[in-house]
């Protein structure tokens, strides 16, 4: 990390996005020509920390932090039998003593402090993301240690993308088709089936683009179905290497909801998912937390039965299939005038209109009090950003664990 110390007047630069005020001392961190944080995996990270001083403060040091980390927590249980499940991984943490008093006790003066930081970001590392028992999150630091009080400090996050380009993955290309029977009740009472069927045009997609899909349901059985939703769910596995322990939290990122159909109906439907803005499909890059996709159609039955379903898995990259512009993007999508200078736009496809990065819909939590031994700070609300090709619609998300008896 490149460090230079300097006092300055107030930046009153509009890029200026990240402040915090605090009794007699105040925050800020800017990322240089780059307000919205975006960086791709192998690009430098750089801005300003500055911290403003109103009065005297005790003070032992300052630091600046950036770090790039994994982190995964949940809690099984109640009471005494509780259990807290825990791991992370660290992928680069620089830490810099901006001051440094050698552990004596100093005063910090009245003033204005400026730091610049300067990180490469390694192309090992994953791309964001914040989920209800875990999270990948990039962030910058800033810290005043105090003698006798809790530090100060100040925490800003910055989205990191990985790189993901479907046009290898020449096999995802063709369609997929699944079929699922449901049959009710067991022995002489056991229904005639209900059939789930769900076709999708390939495997694999971009941000942006159209999911297209056709369903089948055929209800030959007594039971009456209150509800069928055709869902795209993010499926994040969550994991513990020292207890071998897993979590999965499922969210429906894309949706679309249908009415009752009574028993002895058949219902088909030929219809489109828009693909938000979302991370890529993840395996093997982080160790604790894995991240896949699927496209389900699932049947609300009534009664105390398991909603039957069927999921195709499905692969969310980054960078689109050469060829598929015009047969998978809306035509109004294709003429959008997208903001493209948060951040520098890494090789994609010419025949695509260069993509737009938008903050994730499906973002449940974003701090957790846990996270860092600093006791007085605060951290900035952060939601990742991701590519997006088009016009973003109005996204109704769900997180699915709880409501969908599968």
């Not at 660290?90 to 610049?116: M, R, W």
């Not at 509800?227 to 979590?247: E, F, H, P, W």
């Not at 903001?339 to 260069?354: G, K």
Request: glycine share 6%.
């Amino acid at each position: 990390m490149l460090l230079s110390v300097s006092f300055l007047r107030p930046n009153k630069n509009k890029d200026i996005i990240h402040f915090q005020e605090k009794m007699g001392i105040r925050f800020e961190i800017l990322f240089e020509e780059n307000p919205n944080g975006m960086y791709f995996t192998g690009q430098i990270v750089k801005g300003r920390a500055i911290v403003y001083v109103d009065e005297q403060i005790p003070f032992k040091g300052i630091q600046l932090r950036v770090r790039g980390y994994a982190k995964v927590r949940w809690d099984e249980g109640s009471g005494k039998s509780s259990d807290v499940h825990f791991d992370q991984e660290k992928y680069f943490d620089s830490v810099t003593e901006c001051i440094d008093t050698k552990g004596l006790e100093q005063t910090l003066s009245p003033g204005i402090y400026a730091y610049d930081f300067q990180c490469v970001i390694p192309s090992e590392c994953p791309s964001s993301f914040e989920g209800l028992y875990g999270r990948i999150r990039y962030d910058t630091k800033i810290i005043v240690v105090r003698p006798r009080a809790f530090n100060k400090s100040y925490s800003m996050g910055f989205t990191v993308l990985k790189i993901f380009d479907l046009n290898p993955l020449t096999i995802l290309r063709i369609p997929a088709k699944l079929e699922e029977f449901k049959h009710f009740c067991c022995g002489p009472c056991k229904s005639r089936p209900l059939v789930i069927s769900l076709e999708i045009q390939r495997q694999s997609f971009v941000p942006g683009e159209l999911i297209e899909f056709k369903a089948k349901l055929v209800n030959n059985s007594s039971t009456t179905v209150e509800q069928v939703r055709v869902t795209l769910n993010l499926v994040a596995l969550y994991s513990v290497r020292t207890r071998i322990k897993t979590k999965t939290e499922k969210i429906a990122i894309a949706k679309k909801k249908y009415g009752a159909f009574n028993k002895n109906t058949l219902f088909e439907f030929n219809e489109k998912l828009q693909v938000p803005p979302t991370p890529p499909t993840c395996i093997g890059l982080c160790p604790i937390i894995k991240l896949t996709y699927e496209v389900a159609v699932t049947a609300g039955v009534k009664g105390a039965h398991l909603n039957p379903f069927v999921a195709i898995p499905v692969t969310i990259g980054n960078i689109p299939y050469v060829g598929n512009a015009k047969d998978l993007f809306e035509p109004n999508l294709m003429a959008s005038n997208l903001n493209n200078d948060i951040a520098p736009i890494p090789p994609t496809n010419e025949e695509f209109p260069p993509p737009s990065y938008e903050e994730a819909t499906f973002v449940l939590t974003t701090y957790d009090p846990k996270d860092s031994n600093v006791s007085d700070k605060t951290v900035e609300k952060f939601i990742p950003r991701y590519h997006f090709h088009g016009n973003m619609p109005h996204i109704d998300t769900e997180n699915t664990n709880e409501d969908i008896k599968e």
